[in-house]
């Protein structure tokens, strides 16, 4: 489980990009990575911080595809549905995969153990479909790594 | 005697069970009472042999491959020989690398990535030092000189670029390199970062010296967590050899995207650098007067950035000397999708893509026929086999209504539904648009629609002129690449296989 908010380590990450310029998304991978999302309550102490508004901070939160406002499972699994992996049959694969766990695209389960996100290529294109589960990347996916993947999320 | 073995750290060969691979032989050989040295190295790029392990022996390294964790008590206990059925010999005599001019990837897949020593003791660092023996202008007149044309798509010449911002007083130039390389079918940036990554530093420190810039930024997309980390790890290096620092007088520093593909278009890329939302600049001014903080800034591509040192290493000439028309040197081609041996294929311009698919990649992994290709990623054109002899050279496929991009080759065999792929353009476009401008923003989201209703049989003739139409507008009326190149697919796609966008659909029907 991410720790709930604290202002003071939010502080700390702030302090740790002090003086770096353009550092609003480095700072934005900390807090997601300390609080598994970028919680409302950081958007206006990093405004703050950078002299930003709070509508800017916001923008850029929204604007990109990596940053949650709420957090995901417990794992998450990131399947490609780019081109390559289309070719591959990588859709109908990520199907099973959504029927299996009874998930939507970027639905998390009710017991919180697994979000499945879509990803626009992971550059494993000559070994397609391709994957991405808790960081780590699974290529040339087929009914075993469905296996594998239902294993690893318990 | 201690047996050197070496297993790819490549997050390709990862993804099919490399760890594995490299800690079964470390328990396995401790159990048989072998002494072995594991040494992880980057990928040699033959996919389809992945993971493929290398043996050090008197006679040279021999290669076995797909290595599963499984195999390695058999390839211990038989002592590697070469009766093994995973034995493939000599990695070098393997037709797919030797039919290969290896300059960019020369040392990718042969040394551990992260030990300078290594890189110095096969070539690395003579860049840099032949850069500083002619001087800035000089390094510039060589870059020039060797034709060298940005690899990320737009194929400008990175002789003038660096000119124009060594042309430009300021108190502070900046280099930014590319590496979010988002382009389905693509994976050199990703391969030469995680293998041979004090290649892009040196790179990027010949660019600054060049130029007049003492900073560099790599900003490397969040789908690479691999690339990140070794590039990081590199960057320590660096500083600690001096070859980056205060006595080089050039420092890098990597920064992570956050999963937004305009972000590969260069001033969408510096924004989003500033800390801002990635929205594309009009153009004026250039990046290379006003770019990262309004100071000038060469943007190249990773791959622009690691052909620079052996330009210089080797001399413009040897480099130009390569290639076609106005195409010169080599091209990492990334053979992908639903092909036989896909991978990376280095290879001087000029190649037809019908070598490329059918020779060099073996086919369809499926075993069908190959129906289409598209060359350049989501925003690259759609061939079919009539336009197989055409060569691969920039102006070649704008001759043919299609691009080269960043040399992205994913093939798709004759199950593939066009009208779908061609509503897949158009539906990524409407993902990923920045929002600036309206072809783009409104435009993708219509054109998605308008396709929907031609699958659906709906007033085909109609509906396709208004697709045509709309990818006019695109084409013509965005501000970046993203608007204004995914016409490409969805014009090539309705042009080259008219029929798939006029027939009734039996299994949608049947779903």
């Known amino acids: 489980m991410s720790p709930a908010w604290d202002e003071a380590r939010a502080q700390d990450i702030l302090r740790r990009h002090s003086g770096r310029k353009g550092a609003l998304l480095p700072i934005l991978h900390d807090i997601q990575a300390e609080f598994g999302c970028v919680p409302a309550p950081a958007i206006p102490v990093i405004a703050h911080t950078l002299n930003l508004t709070r509508a800017e901070v916001h923008g850029v939160v929204s604007f990109y595809h990596d940053f949650r406002e709420k957090p995901a499972g417990r794992h998450v699994l990131k399947l490609c549905r780019a081109e390559a992996c289309q070719s591959m049959n990588g859709e109908a694969f990520a199907q099973q995969v959504l029927e299996r766990f009874d998930l939507d695209w970027g639905g998390t389960t009710p017991d919180g153990r697994l979000t499945i996100e879509p990803i626009y290529c992971l550059g494993l294109c000559a070994s397609s479909p391709s994957a991405m589960l808790d960081g780590q990347p699974m290529a040339r996916l087929d009914q075993d790594s469905l296996d594998e993947i239902a294993r690893e999320v318990g | ?511």
């Open chain 2, 1 to 511: 005697m201690t047996t050197k073995i070496f297993v790819p750290c490549d997050a390709a060969a990862r993804a099919v069970g490399a760890d594995k691979v490299a800690a079964a032989l470390v328990s396995e050989a401790k159990r048989l009472g072998r002494a072995v040295e594991i040494v992880r190295t980057g990928s040699r790029g033959l996919f389809w042999l992945e993971p493929m392990i290398e043996v050090q022996t008197p006679a040279g390294r021999i290669a076995f491959g797909p290595v599963k964790a499984k195999d390695v008590t058999d390839l211990l206990t038989s002592d590697f020989s070469a009766g093994h059925r995973l034995h493939l010999g000599r990695p070098e005599e393997l037709p797919f690398l030797k039919r290969q001019t290896r300059i960019n990837f020369a040392r990718c897949g042969i040394i551990d990535p992260l030990s300078l020593a290594g890189y110095r003791a096969h070539g690395g660092g003579r860049g840099i030092e032949r850069a500083r023996s002619l001087g800035a202008a000089g390094t510039v007149e060589e870059v020039t000189k060797s034709g060298l044309r940005g690899r990320g798509g737009a194929g400008f010449p990175t002789g003038i670029k660096w000119k124009t911002v060594a042309d430009t007083a300021a108190d502070q130039k900046y280099i930014v390199c590319n590496a979010d390389e988002g382009d389905s079918g693509t994976f050199a940036d990703r391969m030469i970062m995680e293998g041979d990554p004090f290649l892009l530093i040196e790179g990027m420190a010949i660019a600054g010296f060049a130029v007049g810039a003492t900073k560099g930024y790599v900003y490397i997309r969040s789908e690479y967590p691999d690339a990140i980390r070794t590039m990081e790890r590199a960057v320590v290096l660096a500083e600690a050899d001096g070859m980056l620092g205060p006595e080089a007088g050039f420092d890098i520093e990597i920064r992570e995207g956050a999963g937004a593909y305009v972000c590969g278009e260069e001033t969408s890329l510096l924004e989003s650098l500033e800390g801002k939302r990635g929205q594309v600049r009009a153009k004026p001014p250039l990046p290379a007067h006003k770019g990262l903080f309004g100071k000038p800034t060469v943007i190249n591509n990773v791959l622009s950035l690691v052909t620079v040192p052996a330009v210089l290493a080797d001399g413009a000439k040897h480099y130009a000397d390569l290639g076609m028309g106005r195409s010169r040197g080599t091209m990492p081609i990334q053979l992908a999708g639903n092909i036989k041996h896909g991978g990376l294929f280095e290879a001087p311009f000029g190649m037809t893509l019908g070598e490329l698919v059918d020779d060099i990649g073996g086919g369809t992994h499926s075993g069908r026929p190959v129906r289409a290709v598209q060359v350049g990623g989501p925003l690259g054109a759609y061939f079919p086999r009539g336009l197989f002899d055409t060569p691969f050279d920039y102006e070649a496929f704008a001759a043919r209504d299609g691009l080269i991009g960043h040399a992205g080759v994913v093939v798709f065999d004759d199950t593939v539904d066009m009208a779908r792929q061609a509503r897949f353009a158009m539906e990524f476009c409407a993902i990923e648009s920045c929002g600036k401008c309206t072809p783009c923003r409104i435009g993708s989201t219509r054109g998605m629609e308008t396709i929907d209703k031609i699958i659906r049989g709906e007033r085909t003739e109609a509906n396709l002129a208004i697709v045509t139409d709309l990818c006019q507008t695109m084409k013509f009326g965005s501000l970046c690449a993203l608007g204004g190149f995914t016409p490409y697919p969805v014009l090539s796609a309705i042009k080259h296989f008219p029929e798939d966008f006029n027939r009734p659909r039996l299994a949608a029907a049947a779903e």
